[in-house]
């Protein structure tokens, strides 16, 4: 049964909404006003805010409402009748909400709490996201000076090195790890800090070396253009990380560009280019021994207010061009002009990744590129491996649970 929670704190929650996120707030509530099918609450604040009691049924907290192990709904409103008749209200001492449901024909009599702070996160919600989020700052080649750079120790082992990696790659989607040791399977270890891999046609990870009998570009010693993994997949991996293990070839620096912001240059100087590359399906396509994976899609997509949002350029597994014949020219205008952006000095960040050194990336944004090397000069190494977004926003919630005042 929720009860009251007679606490000490007074920053504390006051009733167990069986939330991990922290959502207490000093500010109390002083009166219910109820309507028809509403109540408004006033905050000792002064501010007000209204709730549907078919909406604050749903959301009732008690342990028969909530389960109290899995913190999931159990509630389940079709049991109701349509016309939930309203309850009665009122302040508790503490300054929360409390409710008592009238008994209805087969159903009990029922009592709700709710937690002045829970429902001040949730008054007026615009329906946006629950965290707040880090919007994308979108750079050129200046950002070479900016690049977020977290020693592999602190982000391996602090809350803090962590929390600058994962708020780094929300922000600019390129993050350089230093100083970490130079053993295999590292990558997986840094990964698996915020979640779990991504597995693909790969593998778990895979080894970026110059093979024998290459199944893709990267396994060979040649120049990559810029390019993002894998658009041959509806899913594409989310980030992408490559672990240095080893870089004594001549030859093989890296190269990076945002390429949402390239696709913004692109429509400034040519609108009708940026049109072309996205409204136009174009295929991609990965083929070996056991797999054919392929996919139809834009080269830039765009959000529902227009915004290039993710790229898909990567000019070794573009397949056929199939677009009706009007068509050719334009794409293929279009889209050497955004490859010459992709490449320009004027977008690009540009260095050689040292052993011990990893770079991850937002594989839907920006895209990452090497110059050719001389496998006869040295070895090099690199490691690689992929993660969803969820897993970040995740571990950035998780994160947030310990460092938010009052939480507890
Ligand atoms: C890759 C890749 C870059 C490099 O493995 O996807 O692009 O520097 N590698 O070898
Ligand atoms: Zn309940
Ligand atoms: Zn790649």
């Known amino acids: 049964m929720t009860a009251e929670a007679q606490i000490a704190d007074a920053t504390g929650p006051i009733v167990d909404m069986g939330e991990l996120s922290d959502y207490a707030d000093a500010r109390r509530l002083t009166a219910v006003e109820p309507g028809t099918h509403a109540l408004t609450l006033t905050w000792s604040d ?19 409402c909530r389960h109290p192990q899995t913190h999931e709904r159990m509630f389940r409103l079709v049991d109701l009748p349509a ?47 629950m965290t707040t989020a880090i919007e994308p700052v979108p750079w050129d080649a200046g950002f070479a000076e900016e690049l977020p750079i977290i020693d592999h120790h602190a982000f391996m082992h602090t809350d803090a090195g962590l929390h600058d990696w994962l708020t780094g790659m929300m922000r600019s989607g390129l993050v350089l790890l230093r100083n970490g040791p130079t053993e295999e399977g590292e990558v997986l270890r840094a990964a698996e800090r915020i979640g779990w891999p991504r597995e693909t046609n790969f593998g778990r990870h ?7 009998n290459p199944n893709n570009a990267a396994y060979t010693a040649a120049a990559l253009e810029p390019h993002v993994d894998l658009p041959n997949w509806e899913r594409s991996p989310d980030y992408q990380f490559l672990y240095c293990l080893a870089n004594e070839a001549e030859g093989g620096a890296s190269v990076f560009t945002d390429g949402v912001a390239v ?17 136009t399906p174009i295929d991609f396509r990965f083929q070996d021994e056991t797999a054919d994976l392929a996919m139809r899609t834009p080269v830039i997509e765009l959000d529902d207010a227009g915004r ?64 050719a090397f001389d496998p006869n000069t040295g070895h090099r190494q690199l490691q690689g491996c992929y993660l969803d977004r969820d897993l970040l926003r995740s571990r950035l919630r998780v994160l947030a649970r310990g460092s938010a005042p009052g939480a507890g």
Not at 206 to 212: E, G, L
Request: hydrophobic share 35%; glycine share 6%; net charge negative.
């Open 308 to 371: 290039p949002t993710r790229i898909r350029f990567n000019n070794w597994i573009r397949d056929t061009l199939r677009v009706p014949g009007h068509q050719v020219e334009p794409f293929y205008r279009a889209y050497r002009r955004y490859w010459e952006l992709l490449r320009d000095p004027r977008y690009t960040v540009r260095f050689t990744l040292r052993p011990g050194e990893m770079i991850a990336f937002d594989n839907l944004r920006v895209l990452h590129g090497r110059d």
């Open 263 to 279: 696709a913004e240059a692109l429509r400034a100087e040519d609108p009708e280019g940026f049109r072309v590359l996205s409204e």
């Open 83 to 129: 016309e939930i008749p309203a309850p009665s209200a009122r302040i508790t001492d503490m300054g929360a909400l409390a409710l008592d449901w009238p008994a209805m024909t087969g159903i009990d009599a029922h009592r709700s709490l709710f937690d002045p702070g829970w429902l001040r996160q949730r008054a007026d919600d615009d329906g946006g996201p």
């Open 46 to 64: 002064g501010e007000q805010a209204s709730f549907h009691y078919v909406w604050l049924r749903d959301h009732c907290a008690c342990t028969e």
């Open 206 to 212: 895979f080894d970026v070396v110059s093979k024998p």
